[in-house]
Structure formats: C-alpha cells, structure tokens
C-alpha cells in the first residue's frame, strides 16, 4: 500500500473530482455533518467539487489529499481569509477520511501538510468549527488545535435534528 499526500492545484483538483466526490458522499453517508443532507449520492457533490476548484484557481483555497495506492481517500482544505484585516487568518475545512482508510493517521497527515502550506502562505492564525459529539470534536485537540467553547442547535445532522459546533483556534506560525 502505498500513501501520498499531495497539495493540489486546480486542474488536479478537477481531475480528483470522482473520488473526493465518493469520499465525500461516504462521510455525509456515515454521519458527519458537512452542510449536507441525506440522501445524498456521490455525484451530488460534484458542484460544490467544481466551486473548490475555482476556488484554488483564484488563490484563495488550498486543498491538501490523501492518496492510497494513488486513489484520493483523505482531503482537508483551508480557506484563506480574504478580508484587508485579516490577512494572516485562515479557515480550517472538510478534513474528510473515507470510512475504508480510517485509522491509518491520514487525517494527521493531512493536517500537518495544510497546516504547513497556509503557513508557507504567511497564515498565523487558523479557525474550524466541527460537529458538537463527532470524532472530529474528540481528534483536533490531538493535533495542537485550542477548544474555544460550543454554539448549541448550530447546523442539522444528515438525517435531521440539531447539532451543535464547537469552535477551535490554532496558532500555526
Ligand atoms: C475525523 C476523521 C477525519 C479522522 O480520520 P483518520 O484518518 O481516521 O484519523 P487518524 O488515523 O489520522 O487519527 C488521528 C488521531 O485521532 C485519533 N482518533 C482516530 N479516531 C478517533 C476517534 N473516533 N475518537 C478519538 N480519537 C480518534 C487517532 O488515535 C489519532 O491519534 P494520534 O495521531 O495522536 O495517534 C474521520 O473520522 C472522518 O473523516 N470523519 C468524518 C468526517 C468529519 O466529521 N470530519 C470533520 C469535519 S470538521
């Protein structure tokens, strides 16, 4: 088995799209709340895919994936602030494992290569706010990220009612 983790460009970006669509679609089928609802096949994802990708062609997104055996199983982004008071600000998004390569440290991976690009990028500061109860919540004080406190009923899970978020700093300079 072979890993890779690539920060990708935006014609990479749209070439990946079948499988951060599968990827995707797996997540938002097995519970995380992505700003997705159910049902929700993989090529439901492929606008929000193609807005990324723009997104990174405009220098204002960069995606970071995770590859096994050269299929993209893993993704994270972050969004550069683009606000003038905030330019060393970032947002923190979609760290996403496929169910069937959990547990292998590819989320580590992932955030240690994006942490490090939005910091080659003279980013500081990096915010993220996940599902109040997931994995996610219970993995980002792993990696270095500061819990700030819970907004309650923030977002829906998948298949209905509310959840809350719960906010997370990192200083990465
Ligand atoms: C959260 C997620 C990305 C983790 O991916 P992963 O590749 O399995 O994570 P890793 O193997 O890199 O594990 C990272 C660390 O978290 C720990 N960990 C993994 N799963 C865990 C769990 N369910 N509960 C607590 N800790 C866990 C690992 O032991 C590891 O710790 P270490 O590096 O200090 O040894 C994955 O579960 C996922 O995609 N979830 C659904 C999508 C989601 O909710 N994303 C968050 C959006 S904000």
């Known amino acids: 088995m072979t890993t890779t983790i690539r920060i990708l460009d935006a014609d990479e970006a749209r070439a990946a799209i ?25 090529q439901d994802g492929a606008g929000y895919w193609r807005d990324i990708a723009r997104g990174i062609g405009e220098g204002g997104i960069v995606l970071a994936v995770a590859e096994v055996d050269e299929r993209v199983v893993g993704t994270v982004q972050v969004g550069l602030a683009s606000k003038p008071n905030q330019p060393h600000r970032g947002d923190l998004m979609k760290l996403l494992v496929h169910r069937s390569a959990r547990g292998l440290g590819l989320a580590r991976k992932l955030m240690e290569a994006v942490e490090a690009e939005a910091a080659r990028r003279g980013r500081t500061l990096l915010v993220l706010d996940t599902a109040t109860g997931s994995d996610a919540e219970a993995i980002y004080p792993r990696f270095g990220w500061e819990r700030v406190g819970v907004i309650p009923d923030y977002a829906l899970w998948p298949d209905g009612g509310f959840c809350g978020t719960t906010l997370f700093y990192k200083r990465i300079a």
């Not at 519970?31 to 997705?36: D, E, I, Q, R, W």
């Open 18 to 42: 079948p499988d951060l669509c599968e990827t995707l679609s797996d997540c938002i089928n097995g519970g995380a709340s992505l700003g997705f609802m159910l049902p929700f096949q993989p």
